[in-house]
C-alpha cells in the first residue's frame, strides 16, 4: 500500500501548534483594571512625602512638622490595618477599597486648596494625613485578596505589579518635585487626589462573582479579629516568617533608610542619594522581572536566599565603600528584596483560604509596619551613642542570620509551589 498525504505523521502532528499546555492570558480585563489602579496609586503615594517638605517648609514651619505629618499617616495605617481587614472580609476587599480611595481623595483635595492658597494651618496637616492613613488601612488587606481572583497566574501577576511599583515609586518622588517647582505643593495634592480618584473608578469597574463566604453570617469584630488570630496561629509557616521578619524590620530594614539618608547625603551629597534611591528602584523592577522568569518549587527557601543580597548593600555602607560600589549594592538589595516580597506574596495567596485571606494580610503588614516604626524611630538615638556605620553593619549580620533563621525553619524552607 502506497503512502498517501493523509497518512498520519507523528513528526508532522508534533509540530502543530497547541494551546493546551498554555496558562492563561494574565491581562485580562480586571487585572488590566486593578494594574492601572495600582500603579496610579503607587505614583500618587510617592508624591505626598515630597509634598508635605515642600509646603510645610515652605510655609515656614521647621523640618520636625514633616515628620509629625508622615507619622501621623504611619500611626493610624498601623492602628486601623486589622480593622481593615476584617471589614474587607465581612463586606468584599474591592468595595473596601473603593471606599478607601473615596476617603482619601477629599482629604488630598481639602490639601491642595490650602497648600496653593498658602498653606494650612497645622492640625488641619495632621488630622488629614491622618485621614489618609486610615483610607489606606482600608484599602491595603484587600489587595491580596483581589489578586488570585483576578489573576490565573497569581506569581506572574505579583512580579508585574512590584515592577509596576518600583518605576511608580521611582517616579511619584520626581513628579512632585517637578510639580512644586513648577507650582507648588498644592498642584502635587491635587495630581495626588486624582490618582485616587482613577484608581475608585478602576475599581468599580471589575467584575468579581460573588464568593460564598460573601453572604455568610459574620460575628463581631472583635470575634473575627480573634478567628483571625487563630487561623494565623495555625500556619507555623505564616506566623514563623513574620515572626522572623519583625526581628528584621526592627534591627534592619528600619534603621536602613534613615540611617542611609543621612549617610550618604553627609558624605556624598543629596542628589548622590537620589541616584542611589533610584538604582535602588531599578533593582526593586529587576528583582520583580527575576520573579516573571523563575518559578522555583520552595518559593520562600528560594526568596530566603535570595535576601542575602541585603546585607552586601548594608556592609558597602558601612564600610565607608566608594560610591561605584554603593550604587551596586544599592541595586543588589533592591533586587534580593523584591524578589523575596513577590515569592512572600505568592505563597500567601495560594496557601492561605480565600475567606480569611483579608485579615491574614492585615496581620503581616500590622506586624512588619510596626516593627519598622519602632526602628526607624531607635535609629538616630543609637546611631549617636555607637555610630551610624556599627549600626549599620549589625544590621548587615542581623540580615544573614535572618536568611539563615528562614531557611532553617523546616515549615518555611520546604513550603511548596502551590498551583497559581
Known sequence: MSVTDNTYKPEAAARIPTTAHLPPPLWNRNFRLFFTARAVAVLGEGMV?????????????????????????TAAFALFVLFGGVLADRFTARRMMILADLLRLPASGVLAVTFALGGPPLW???ALSVLSGIGAALFQPGVASTIPRIAPDVQRANAVLRVAEALMTMAGPAAAGVLVALWNAGAAFAVNGVTFA??????????????????????????ELALGWREFTSRSWLWGVIAIWTVYGLTVAGPMVPLTASLVTAEHGPATYGVLMAVNGAGSATGGLLALRLRPTRPLAAGAVALLGLPVN???????????????????????FAFW?????????????????NRMHAYDVAGSLLMMGVGRTLSGPVAATVGTETVLLTGAAIAVLVATALLSTRPIRRLPRATG
Open 124 to 126: 488641619a496637616v495632621y
Open 341 to 357: 516580597l513577590v515569592m512572600w506574596s505568592t505563597a500567601v495567596q495560594t496557601h492561605v483560604p480565600q475567606d480569611s485571606l
Open 198 to 223: 482613577v484608581s475608585a473608578l478602576c475599581l468599580t469597574l471589575i467584575r468579581l462573582p460573588p464568593l460564598p463566604s460573601d453572604k455568610a453570617r459574620r460575628g463581631s469584630m472583635a470575634s
Open 49 to 73: 512625602p515630597v509634598a508635605f517638605a515642600a509646603g510645610l517648609l515652605g510655609a515656614g514651619h521647621p523640618g520636625s512638622t514633616v515628620g509629625y505629618a508622615l507619622g501621623g499617616w
Open 314 to 336: 548594608l556592609l558597602l555602607l558601612g564600610t565607608g565603600a566608594p560610591v561605584g560600589l554603593l550604587v551596586a549594592g544599592q541595586f543588589t538589595g533592591g533586587a534580593a
